[in-house]
């Protein structure tokens, strides 16, 4: 193999390792804060790219009319869950963020959808509606089964992920679509080409993890929510409330979700079932961090993106199989090194 | 004047197993009170239940106001503040962030003044401020957890078990913070199973001997019931069998 070859794979590896570590670190984030492990980030990937797509080839996507259903139930259930004492105030919170918001939005998208508008109003549209979708459903399929065990939100989960799979082949058929490149310069340095797309992605991938870390280093609402992932029981002490960390979790997720999606939909077709395995690979970096460490799971995140690359280069064929085999050994090692833990118990 | 924190007819269950049976309490503004009682009696339980964080049959009442539907995060809101036997701090923070965390549901511009007077209660606190709070000794971390507590601003701070597991020194320390407190204004319920100390310096006292109170009154009659002395003071008669 010569340099040139090993440089493409390193730099194909490293572009999609970088979307692979934005959603491990969503995925370890989510976890250490509501106990969910988040199959259905991969559905958040894809409906932020093809709800950015069809809005860019003016198209109205039928995301924007899910937030709103979406939107309805959760606000039913906040209803349902303060019918013993009505606060007016909370109410009409309530509804203005489940209702009016989705409802404004989906107006907006309707509008925009006939006129085929810029790029930066499709990336904001796809972000705001991916977003509701993710709060709302933290509102209905989770959050009252927050006190639950792992495995009853693990299903919870999965459930949600086959619900959204099928919501996506109806809104998006069983086509494939293709974005606009958010930049479509491009620039050479040597043999290696740098397209504007892979440059967007390494920045943006940089300045959400910047962001995050100022995020949770110095912002109350960062700390409530690392308070929160440490000692759930102690952050209720000191009045924080678990579904508000929540809340901001799943909102930074599926944030996070649609802008991988929106980054990746330039370079490689997408399908309403793709999110699926790019989600998956995001998940074994968050593994290989042990659900816990955010840098390790950043680097792990990395690798697997330039494993990926090189054996798609090598052995197409099992391209797949052997990213997912990195697994194997860590799980090994870390079962052997951890000590036997007892069934959870809260 | 009404009670501040009061407790009537409370019941507490784990499942069948009730572990707290019809106790009723109450702790006015400015007061101390303690319940004593062996290890087991249901005094942790019972404090967890008046928190909210288990339910409980019964009425409680915090400034008037019924606590039947509020959740933890709201009794925090309303003034009433927990300082749990295993403490519950936030562990990989440092003791900065755990403080200005229990100031969570407080205006910012309080929050400041607050952590000032949590420091000169606890000037350990101040050396240690950037240091994790996992990485504190016993004492400095029952310290955190109620500076942390005292954060929020509460009206009453149940204190559970402060002196559990510390050395004899900081134990004083914590018992003269806790006198220090009522001066402040803030009422104080006390569960210990060191019943001398927290007897010297509570105005009120209750005895809980498996799920039940058994005896109640100013703290200094407690004191000095023989019952009780034998008990749990440790003062013993010759052939007395130690509980």
Redesign the interface.
Known sequence: MNTTIMLFLLQDGITNGAIYALLGLALVLVFAVTRVILIPQGEFVTYGALTYASLAAGQMPGTAKLALALGIGAFAFDLFVAR??LHARLIVRSFLTNIVLPAIVLALAIYFAAQKPPVAICIALSLVIVAMIGLYLYRIAFQPLAHTSVLVLLIASVGVHLALQGLGLLFFGAEGQRGPAVLSTAFTAGSLRFTGQSITVYAITIAFIVGLWLFFGLT?YG??L??TA??R?????????TTLSGQIAFLLASVIGALSGIMIVPITTLYYDSGFLIGLKGFVAAIIGGLVSYPLTAVAALVVGIVEAFSSFYASNYKEVIVFMLLIPVLLLRSLAAPAVEEEKD | MSALLSVADAHVAYGKVEAVRSVSLEVGANEIVTIVGANGAGKTTLLSAI?G?LPLKGRVAFAGQDLA?L???DR??MGL??V?EH???????NVE?NL???A??IE?SKAKASMERVYTLFPRLKERRKQLAGTLSGGEQQMLAMG??L??EPKLLMLDEPSLGLAPIIVADIFRIVTELRASGVSVLLVEQNAQAALKIADHAYVMELGEFVLSGKASDIAANERVAASYLGFQHEGDSVL
Do not use: C, Q, S, Y
């Not at chain 1, 029981?233 to 409330?241: E, F, K, N, S």
């Not at chain 2, 403490?87 to 923070?93: G, P």
């Open positions: 013993k004492a109350l700390k409530a690392r308070a440490v000692n029981l102690g952050a209720r002490l000191a009045g924080i409330r | 928190m964080i539907r959740d933890i995060e925090v809101a503040g927990l749990p403490r519950e701090l936030f562990v990989t923070m962030d200005e965390l229990g969570f549901r910012r942390r507590a954060m929020g």
